[in-house]
């Protein structure tokens, strides 16, 4: 993996970070920041995205956890675990069940889906089909508008947000040097995030050591779906933030570092 596509930050035992769906390792930086003092934290960007936006497809989550095995191989010393933030969430959990090398220890899930789109024509487990077509629609317009306004949803959910915290939020989520991801490494990451089920895995239900943190009140990734995860991982740990959408990692910095800290302690 290219060394300008991955940040290398702290001291102690490793931690690969995957950013979520049109994002890049910039919206990972305060949580990597959070925990360096305890772990090595390898923060990368997938393939299209951030610094590596200028790298040709395709733009497959194959390519996505190939890369994540090339950052851990480059900057983990063997042992390490994975933490994965909404879709990055979804391809750390599919690293797992496809017992892809070098294995980690442990997961972590921040606000992912086990399956992005909601079954059938349940409510409140997922995106309506009807939602992603509509998205897709307005990235093939101008996609740049089209994620601007989808990062803005992530604040509409009734999270309380203290006003002067809301541009670094946005700083961190549309980072100006790198922003927007490449228009086809969207398009693709969306159609095969609406078509991911990872319930229906071969390999699930996976009896991985997993922590999985989300926000009860995430209109992206909705608290009622979470429960899906229980089809895929044997056990997990569960903590639900009351009054937090769709970015833990950002809006409750300090509570979702700790769980993470605690938690990977025990498994070193």
């Not at 960007?45 to 390519?63: N, V």
């Not at 101008?142 to 604040?155: M, N, Q, V, W």
């Amino acid at each position: 993996m290219n060394q300008n596509h991955m940040t290398v930050t702290g001291d102690g035992p490793a931690l690969v970070m995957v950013h979520g769906w049109g994002q890049a390792r910039q919206s990972m930086a305060p949580l990597a920041d959070a925990l360096r003092g305890r772990h090595r934290v390898i923060n990368i960007d997938l393939p299209g995205h951030g610094a590596a936006k200028d790298l040709p497809g395709p733009y497959t989550f194959q390519r996505c956890m190939d890369s994540m095995a090339q950052a851990a191989q480059a900057g983990a010393d063997g042992r390490f675990a994975l933490l994965g933030w909404s879709m990055g969430g979804v391809i750390a959990a599919m690293y797992m069940l496809e017992g892809i090398e070098p294995r980690p220890h442990s997961l972590v899930l921040l606000a992912a889906p086990a399956r992005f789109t909601a079954p059938g024509s349940a409510i409140g487990l997922g995106q309506s089909l009807a939602a992603i077509a509509r998205l897709r629609g307005q990235m093939e317009e101008d996609h740049t508008a089209a994620l601007r306004r989808f990062i803005e949803f992530f604040f509409i959910s009734g999270e309380k947000i203290a006003p002067e915290n809301m541009a670094p939020l946005r700083a961190a989520l549309a980072p100006p040097e790198v922003f927007p991801p490449s228009r086809q490494a969207l398009l693709s990451t969306l159609d095969q995030l609406a078509q991911s089920d990872l319930t229906a895995h071969k390999a699930a239900p996976m009896a991985a050591r997993c922590l999985i943190i989300n926000g009860a009140l995430d209109k992206i990734c909705p608290k009622g779906g979470q429960r899906l995860w229980e089809k895929v991982i044997t056990c997990p740990t569960v903590m639900t933030l009351a009054n937090c959408g769709h970015a833990p990692h950002l809006t409750r910095l300090e509570e979702t570092s700790a769980a993470i800290t605690n938690f990977l302690k025990g498994s070193i």
